[in-house]
């Protein structure tokens, strides 16, 4: 049985099946590609391009609403329902989406999904028995190499059986063929690139890492391979620099092909090729490269290698634990060492540190004793060095003692390498350098730098060494899972999900930004020369990097005595969205006050910071700049509205400023930066929800009427992609700006055209009542739908008993959330009202999250950590439990719900004058 082979992980034959319909996809585009050329040419080695569909959301979207227990018929039948409204879906991914659902079904056979990807392809006129026999035996064969030949050959037999015409010497024919062709496939290795630094200031560890590589390759491949496939790497000389590494990209990816490369050694290449390597949907897999901006290099960007940012954390943290107060600084002008100058700096001070002296050097200067003499004219308590090759760095140390300075040096792996302490001899003695170290008791860590060095003679840089090495064994188990080289999604996808344990550490895995999870620091200080051998690489370890609770609790009462926190707030308090923004305002004001009055954060109040973004882009851009460059805030809550939001974000995120909204839904946000957050929910989810209802709903002709704003065009613009994706037509549309109060011409026009509904999506509360009135005042008698705006209470007392029957879609608090129930209980004792309940919440729980990522860095000037504690925070509030952020900054974890408004006599505070019919009905 498929299943029960699926569940023998660790062996040579795991997760078969899996391994087998991914594999089946991709020999079935390479299939359907002969075809169109004439279905005689040779299979080519590169699959056409297939308009991307996510495989995984469209199973889930089929199979939500279904019963359990289907038959296969069922599932495929659903399957392909939920593909029809795709747009150029390609008879390979077809197939892909019904195996894929299938896998997830107990009980399926290989037999059976092997059927099933016969009739699959059957469905496609062109697709000749040899095709299907093709696709079926290249995929076992390939993903499943403990199958016999009569195994794949039985599952041919069964799917081509019920294929109308075929004689049973059609079969064996088209077995036998499909056999060879499968045997010549396998014969083809795995080809991927390698980057890494061969010549330049990186030299040292970019040699280190091909040849760690390389011996790792050989390793795999002497065991057999992968899925009986050799892997071949292909190595080009990054140099150290963006633009070389760029010449590297190219030659690897447009001469050879290659769709995943390793490397590169410098964060300068990794940073010059990772938006190349992103547009083109190429993995960069570094074990090397350390600046902390390429955990924002994007989705097909991993490391192995610890960014640097928690590296200057750990080093600020160790210097001002060692009582150093006052710091120099010397730093190569490079990428790498620039970020590791930088962060640790930010701790150092953070802490409470001062910065009294600092130098940089290019690559290629040999004499830095001038640049010494003025830092230590400073009398540092200690220098810091942050070096990009090896050579610098050691003679850095070494010109330093010979100048006389004899307080304590710190620094990062480079400084420790073989080179760096030859050179600097016994000078070296002492000094202090913050890295990962391999353990000396994780055997496979150490059985590599035996294997290492029995083959090259010598082992430095073991922590880079044993990184490269894991990754090329990474590499492969993604490799094994997809069954092609060409698939960067399908390797993408196995990076986010795996967990590995290898020469760098134990059970680490990868986070939402490709960044490395389960590895720490550790603080090593070099042992005089006559204490160095092979076997300790020239230091002793000394124990874990301190954490920054530690390294600040040394700061005594430091942090105490300091201010507030000083937040940013940016909400319509005027203007077109002026209801709910006074709720934000407000709601946010009620959280402080109860932060506060529960002793603050660390001791310390929160202050908010107010200023009105009138709901349009340039007045945000106002309000920014004043909070930015006047108060000097680092941290926003806002804005309301969307326009606000697009308006003031690309200054926020070139500047490093967090912007955080409970309101603000329009689709283009998610694209804003890396420093843009949002509880509230997408319009491009609001849109698919509100055109799912409406066609549900049975709605054909639909006509819209929409403010001129960018949050109600959002709503229009998803709202109508979707309904019309479902088969709906548009039949009229109307704009309005927001100073206009008649509505009657507009509607005339849109109720002339016959529509089974209109559509109102509007900016503020006084506009989408007086329209749900209007038309029924001009005799309309249809369905009505819309978002919250209009069913706000300062809407719905406008429309009065009009807005019976009306249906919006929206997120909305759930009456069994405590929270929830009492947030609004102590906002009507406070405020004497609620409304737009949903925004308050969000405005309420935004504040608390804010707070909990203050008490986490301690600095209301952290930009960059309170993005980090935002990237991986999860909460629970008045909005739901157990939500989260993704890598775009969108809320995860909370969805719309359908409510339609209640008759005027029923309507009271408790119910917000509506009831709520159930979630929003999927596709």
């Given at each position: ?7 023998i ?25 002969a ?71 107990p ?41 016999t ?10 799917a ?71 892997i ?67 989705d ?42 930088r962060?640790?700096?930010e ?6 540190g001062?910065v ?26 200690g ?15 070494k ?24 050179i ?7 000094v ?40 090329v ?39 939402a930004?490709?960044?490395v ?35 600040m609790a ?80 680092k ?11 697009l ?15 409970g ?13 843009i ?27 819209t ?146 707070a909990?990522?203050l ?13 980090d ?55």
């Amino acid at each position: 049985m498929w299943t029960a082979r699926r569940q023998i992980e660790g062996e040579d034959i795991m997760k078969t099946r899996s391994m087998f319909i991914m594999s089946a996809l991709l020999t079935t585009i390479v299939l359907i590609a002969a075809m169109a050329c004439g279905g005689t040419q040779e299979t080519p080695q590169v699959p056409p391009t297939a308009t991307p569909i996510n495989v995984s959301a469209i199973i889930q979207e089929a199979l939500q609403a279904q019963p359990q227990g289907m038959t296969p018929e069922q599932v495929s039948q659903a399957v392909q329902s939920a593909l029809a409204a795709q747009p150029g879906v390609t008879e390979a991914q077809v197939a892909d989406a019904i195996a894929k659902a299938l896998a997830a079904q107990p009980g399926i056979t290989e037999a059976q999904v092997a059927d099933s990807i016969a009739k699959a392809l059957a469905e496609r006129p062109d697709v000749t028995e040899q095709d299907v026999a093709d696709a079926i035996a290249g995929a076992l064969r390939q993903q499943t190499p403990g199958l016999t030949e009569a195994e794949v050959s039985e599952a041919i037999t069964k799917a081509l059986s019920d294929r109308p015409g075929v004689t049973q010497g059609d079969i064996e024919k088209a077995v036998e063929s499909a056999m060879m062709r499968a045997a010549e496939e396998a014969a083809r290795p795995f080809r991927i690139g390698v980057m890494e630094s061969v010549t330049g200031p990186g030299e040292t560890y970019g040699n280190v890492a091909v040849q760690a590589k390389q011996m790792a390759v050989e390793e795999i491949n002497a065991a057999g391979g992968v899925n009986g496939r050799k892997i071949e790497l292909i190595v080009e000389d990054s140099k150290c620099n963006a633009q070389d590494s760029i010449t590297a990209y190219r030659k690897l990816t447009d001469v050879d092909g290659v769709k995943i490369i390793l490397g590169t050694s410098c964060s300068g290449a990794m940073l010059g090729a990772a938006p190349l390597a992103e547009e083109d949907g190429v993995i960069l897999f570094s074990g090397l490269a350390t600046n902390p901006d390429i955990a924002n290099a994007g989705d097909y960007i991993f490391r192995t290698s610890m960014s640097d940012a928690q590296l200057g954390v750990d080093t600020g943290n160790t210097v001002w634990a060692d009582g150093v107060r006052t710091l120099a600084t010397i730093t190569e002008a490079t990428d790498y060492a620039e970020g590791v100058r930088r962060t640790s700096v930010e701790q150092f001070e953070k802490l409470g540190g001062e910065v009294v002296g600092a130098e940089r050097y290019a690559s290629d200067v040999t004499d830095f004793r001038s640049q010494l003499t003025k830092l230590l004219n400073e009398n540092p308590d200690g220098l810091h060095i942050a070096a990009q090759s090896e050579f610098t760095g050691g003679t850095i140390v070494k010109q330093a003692r010979e100048l006389g300075y004899d307080g304590p040096i710190y620094g990062e792996v480079v400084v420790i390498g073989t080179t760096a302490l030859e050179i600097a001899g016994d000078a070296a003695t002492g000094v202090k350098a913050i890295t990962a170290d391999l353990d000396p008791a994780n055997s496979t860590a150490q059985d590599v730098l035996k294997r290492f060095r029995a083959r090259y003679d010598y082992v430095t840089l073991p922590w880079y060494l044993g990184s490269a090495y894991d990754d090329v064994y990474i590499a492969a188990e993604c490799l094994k899972r997809t069954g092609d080289d060409q698939d960067a999604d399908g390797f993408r996808d196995c990076m986010y999900g795996i967990t590995w344990s290898g020469a760098i550490g134990s059970d680490y895995s990868f986070d939402a930004m490709g960044e490395v999870v389960g590895l720490a620091n550790v603080v090593v200080e070099v042992l005089p020369t006559s204490e160095r051998t092979e076997s300790n690489q020239g230091y002793r370890v000394l124990g874990a990097a301190p954490t920054s609770d530690a390294a600040m609790a040394m700061t005594g009462d430091m942090m105490m005595d300091k201010g507030p926190f000083r937040i940013g707030v940016m909400e319509s308090v005027t203007g077109p969205g002026e209801t709910y923004g006074r709720v934000a305002v407000q709601a946010k004001q009620m959280a402080v006050d109860e932060i506060n009055a529960a002793g603050g954060i660390n001791g310390r109040m929160l202050e908010l910071i107010v200023e009105d973004e009138k709901c349009n882009a340039q007045d945000s851009i106002t309000a920014y700049k004043k909070l930015t460059d006047v108060d000097g805030v680092k941290i926003i809550l806002g804005t309301s509205c969307s326009g606000a939001m697009l308006g003031a974000a690309p200054l926020a995120e070139e500047d490093g400023v967090i912007m955080f909204s409970g309101l603000a839904t329009n689709p283009d946000i998610a694209d804003a930066g890396d420093y843009i957050f949002r509880t509230s929910l997408n319009d491009a989810q609001l849109g698919i929800d509100t055109g799912n209802l409406l066609s549900s709903d049975g709605i054909m002709r639909l006509v819209t009427i929409t403010e001129a704003t960018d949050y109600a065009e959002g709503v229009r613009r998803t709202t109508v992609a979707q309904f019309e994706q479902l088969g709906g037509e548009v039949v009229g549309a109307e704009r309005y700006a927001s100073d206009v109060t008649d509505f009657r011409s507009q509607l005339t026009k849109l109720i002339g055209e016959n529509p089974d509904a209109i559509h109102i999506a509007s900016q503020s509360e006084f506009t989408g009542g007086t329209i749900v009135k209007q038309v029924r005042e001009l005799g309309y008698e249809g369905p009505l739908y819309s978002e919250i705006v209009p069913v706000g209470t300062t809407a719905l007392e406008i429309a009065g008993d009009a807005a019976t029957g009306l249906k919006a879609v929206l997120t909305d608090l759930d009456p069994a959330n405590m929270t929830a129930s009492r947030v609004l209980t102590d906002f009507r004792a406070r405020y004497g009202y609620v409304t737009l309940a949903w925004y308050l919440g969000s405005a309420y729980d935004d504040v608390y999250i804010t707070a909990e990522c203050l008490k986490q860095t301690g600095d209301d000037q952290d930009a960059d950590g309170f993005r980090d504690c935002m990237y991986g925070i999860t909460w629970s509030g008045a909005i739901g439990d157990n939500y989260s952020f993704d890598e775009k900054g969108e809320v995860v974890g909370l969805a719309n719900v359908v409510v339609e408004v209640l008759p005027l006599s029923e309507r009271n505070e408790e119910n917000q004058g509506y009831r709520v019919l159930g979630p929003a009905p999927m596709q």
